[in-house]
């Protein structure tokens, strides 16, 4: 059985709270035991905002033992594995610590607020032996799956073009306070910078646009050019200045040798040289779910984490610094190959 305890209770906390419920409601071996945050007593009975919707508004908290402080958690209850949904700022200092206190750690997206602090966590996961998955959830969502697969087996040729996106409306509290969040660039389009990287490894230079749309929380309006040594035609767009109820959209067009695949709203078309086109059958789960299954199972059996590792994700947010490096001097080209380690 592996033992948990969530750290943060806002949206995130509450999609990872669905989610190891629903998993153990469907006989997995694992308990949420615990919840703590700083807000607890004030969370407890309210909403949480966020881009897509939790399972409820308001839960019953009253078979889980509930505390305001990290410490008193720790030392009251036995534990396996650490969830962090805490603000970016916070994620580095705190799972190293839990690390070399001998937890396994998921921690949520984007792994750290700067480059050397997302290597300082690779560094101490490596060190300490224990299991840290950074929370990049597209890399389980079964759309990008799909399209993992057809890159690596190579059925379709090589990749020639690819378009990503995704966008919603602002996001509210800390979320626009660019210096803790890094903006919509970070928090957001890191998504997509991240698998452009999972799928087709470190580009050899980046160029980005950025717009600033509400005072001080940052790059709100993102678009990228990733340059790849063999001509591959990739950018990635993220906003979130959506206006009225247009609500979350993400997708991606991507153009092989011989086939184009398209993700949107919510379906994978793939569109074949020769051939009729057709939607593949997926996995119906979201990302979250499958990705807090996978970890789980991981820890469970004492394995290694190989899909969104520490390494990997430190490399993505080195990605990121050079677009924001890019974005700053006009979109000028920025060399990202030495600066990437994962």
Known sequence: ??????????????????????????????????????RIEELKNAKADGNIATAQDVYDLANYQLYDDIESMLASEELDLIDITLPTPLHADLTCRLLE???????????????????RMAETAERTGKQLLIGQCLRFWPAYEYLKACVEDGRYGAVKAGFFYRGSGAPQGWFLNGELSGGCLLDMHVHDTDMIHWLLGKPERVSTIGRNVIPGSGYD????????????????????????????????????????????????????ADEPSFSPELASDDGYYRQIRYFVDVVGKGEANTISTAASAAGSLAIIEAEQQSADNGSAWVDVRAAVRG
């Open 221 to 272: 309006i993102v678009s990228t050019q990733y340059a790849y040594p063999d001509g591959a035609v990739i950018n990635a767009q993220a906003d979130w200045t959506f206006a009225g109820e247009h609500g979350f959209i993400m997708g991606y067009r991507v153009n092989f040798e011989t086939c184009t695949i398209v993700f949107e709203r919510g379906l994978v078309q793939v569109y074949p």
């Open 1 to 38: 059985m592996v033992r948990v305890g969530l750290i943060g209770f806002g949206f995130m906390g509450r999609m990872h709270f669905d989610n190891y419920n629903r998993l153990a409601s469907e006989g997995f071996p694992v308990q949420l035991k615990a919840i703590c945050d700083i």
């Open 101 to 119: 206190r001998g937890y396994h750690v998921l921690c949520e997206k984007p792994i750290a607020r700067t480059l050397a602090e997302g290597e």
